[in-house]
């Protein structure tokens, strides 16, 4: 459910608020250890009663804890500061290209790409971990930076439906905002536990003085092994913490990927596999202990003291709650095959997303029957389900395969880009192309000249979901590639001087999900708790919204109405501005301020949206465009809305 979505969202926001008081915590403990640490040294080799109250070592150990566990939180935020993929390499992962030829990392591919679809967020980079245990995670600050990560064992030992149910789990993780909470929480435990790493540098640099200084050696030495010994305590409250914030959320993911999948038998079927294997979940990469609650499953030994501290909750816990007749007992584990067949075109019997619904290229605006209600709407947002997947393992099984390929090669994909900018007037899409040719590159220039036919064959509900298959091998441009490449989008979306609603949409996507990657940009975070405050700007993009989906002024203001009335009750006092006076230019600045939102203001001002849309109980798929264009900047996914034929046609 959308509430669920927006919920959990909210919850992850005071997650991290608790995740700090528990750092504070942390942090007055190891102040008092460290003060406690200064006067027993005062007190070695002194012959004189020496006093437990000493401000002037209490004004060294509390600057001096806050620096270093600070100074290295901070430089472990930085250092994952990329997002997802920084963490993906720092555990030793292998990025999964488009193109790869092995059938394991094709059916995994396969399953990604359709969970994203469904889950109406960009295709995240998928990577491989060298570890034989059963484990994946995944990372990133938000959807527009996550990243997939499996282990091998995952490819060879799971089946589809198991493997299905790990990334359904981790795109739980992926879309109720656990990723944000989990990188600061790997940069928050790094720092508690840097006093171990100075504590061992200093027992080092003991052994390494002079030995005819046996005195200062020795204190040196009693410094650096009771500092290494406050480092291990550190290392204890971060598991703590670690524990305390992530063993519910591990529980809450299990259940989403049931709802998502409508099958137990595959998230519970890898839990039963992880028992069995001899390598269970263990990941062998030393990074790893920084990482250990992000993993699907335990990274390391649970039992006796470890289980109290373990990440995760018990194995046969999780099992039951999915398979409540689980006798605790583990099955035998051996590798298995991949189907070819479901690598190799559309899967038999699998009806074609909007059959028999006539579209017009480049001009969305067929009116499809679709969900009545804006709470079903809504209702969709973080929300995925079977029909929603198999809709979407539809539309990428139809995608036509010259499109297709070049979505998952990096040098083509900037072409596919080009080629759906294409104007379908052809005096427009001529000078679009002299434009092009004059800009680019002579082979992206004959590459997109080969994908404009097929591309402007494409039907408009393939277009977004295509550039989302494209995003992984975008994102694997070099920084001077992308400024081109960006510089060449805007040169094709303003070649008439006009910007239509699909070139707003797609620079949206493009913007959001690549300048994350590409340019330094400081993440949003959450300032508006106010609706009423909010009002000026829902107003504006309301009016867009209207005017896009509702052509007659009488229809125009009614929807504005409905929206208005749906954010703030029946007493608004706001009226729909002329056609004219609603720009893009203004509806995105709007949206930007929304952002900045709390999750449940964004609940309401994606309702007050869908209720817009839906005034007329039709939506087309330019206000289809236009919605995902709105909860993509608002980081609320949204799925596909679901079509079937249009009444009347």
């Given amino acids: 459910m959308a509430t669920n979505f927006f919920q959990q969202q909210d919850s992850a926001r005071r997650k991290t608020s608790q995740l700090v008081v528990y750092f504070v915590l942390a942090i007055v403990i190891l102040i008092a250890l460290v003060y406690g640490l200064l006067v027993a040294l005062s007190m070695y080799g002194s012959h004189e009663p020496v006093s437990w109250w000493q401000p002037e070592l209490l004004l060294i150990a509390a600057p001096g804890v806050g620096i270093v566990v600070g100074g290295a939180s901070a430089f472990k935020v930085a250092q994952l500061a990329s997002g997802g993929q920084a963490v993906a390499l720092m555990l030793g992962g292998k990025e999964v290209p488009g193109t790869t030829t092995d059938a394991r990392q094709k059916r995994l591919l396969n399953v990604v790409e359709e969970m994203a679809l469904a889950a109406g967020v960009p ?29 091998e064992g995952c490819l060879n030992y799971l089946s589809r439906d198991e493997l299905q149910g790990v990334v359904a789990h981790e795109f739980s993780h992926v879309l109720n905002g656990d990723m944000r909470l989990n990188i600061r929480l790997i940069g928050l435990v790094f720092g508690i536990m840097a006093l171990s790493i100075i504590g061992r540098s200093l027992m080092f640099a003991s052994r390494a003085r002079s030995p005819g200084r046996r005195d200062s050696q020795g204190g040196v030495m009693l410094l650096g092994l009771g500092v290494l010994v406050l480092g291990l305590v550190g290392a204890f409250f971060g598991r703590l913490i670690m524990a305390a914030v992530s063993r519910q959320r591990e529980y809450l993911a299990d259940a989403s990927a049931v709802q998502f999948t409508r099958n137990p038998d595959g998230i519970g079927g890898a839990l039963k596999k992880i028992g069995g294997l001899a390598e269970g979940s263990r990941i062998g990469n030393p990074q790893a202990v920084e990482a250990a609650h992000m993993f699907f499953a335990n990274a390391f030994a649970s039992g006796g003291l470890a289980g109290l501290l373990a990440t995760h909750p018990p194995l046969v816990e999780r099992i039951r709650r999915l398979d409540p007749q689980f006798d605790g007992q583990f099955p035998e584990v051996r590798p298995v095959g991949v189907d070819r067949e479901e ?127 494209a995003l992984p091998a975008l994102r694997q441009m070099s920084p001077q590639q992308h400024r081109a490449f960006r510089a060449q989008v805007e040169v094709l979306i303003s070649a008439d001087q006009q910007l239509s609603l699909f070139e707003y949409t797609l620079r949206c996507v493009l913007h959001r999900h690549l300048d994350a990657q590409f340019l330094r940009q400081r993440q949003t975070r959450s300032v508006h708790s106010s609706a009423q405050k909010l009002v000026q700007p829902v107003a504006t993009v309301l009016a867009l919204v209207a005017w896009e989906g509702h052509p007659e002024p009488d229809h125009a203001t009614q929807a504005f109405d409905t929206g208005m009335r749906s954010y703030m009750g029946d007493q608004h006092s706001h009226r729909l501005p002329p056609r004219v006076e609603c720009s893009l230019a203004a509806f995105d600045a709007a949206l930007q301020v929304l952002n900045e939102a709390v999750p449940p203001i964004k609940l309401r001002i994606v309702v007050a949206c869908a209720a817009c849309i839906v005034a007329d109980q039709q939506v087309t798929l330019r206000e289809a465009e236009l919605i995902r264009a709105i909860c993509d900047t608002l980081d609320c996914p949204l799925p596909p809305l679901t079509v079937g034929k249009a009444k009347g046609l």
């Fill in 343 to 469: 690598l190799e075109g559309a899967r038999r019997g699998r009806t074609p997303p909007l059959a028999g619904v006539p579209t017009i290229p480049g001009l969305p605006q067929v009116p499809v029957p679709v969900l009545g209600f804006a709470n079903e709407v809504v209702s969709r947002v973080g929300h995925v389900d079977p029909d929603v997947i198999s809709y979407a393992q539809g539309l990428n099984d139809g995608m036509p395969d010259v499109l297709r390929a070049a979505a998952q090669e990096p040098f083509s994909a900037r072409a596919l880009v080009y080629a759906l900018l294409m104007d379908p007037r052809a005096d427009l899409r001529e000078r679009q192309l002299t434009a092009l040719k004059a800009g680019a590159d002579p082979r992206d220039f004959a590459e997109t000249s080969r994908l404009v036919a097929a591309a402007h064959a494409l039907a408009d509900t393939h277009r977004l979901p295509l550039l989302d298959l």
């Fill in 123 to 151: 295709v995240p980079p998928v990577y491989v971990l060298n570890e034989p245990g059963i484990n994946a995670f995944a990372a990133g600050y938000a959807p527009g930076d996550a990243v997939i990560a499996v282990s």
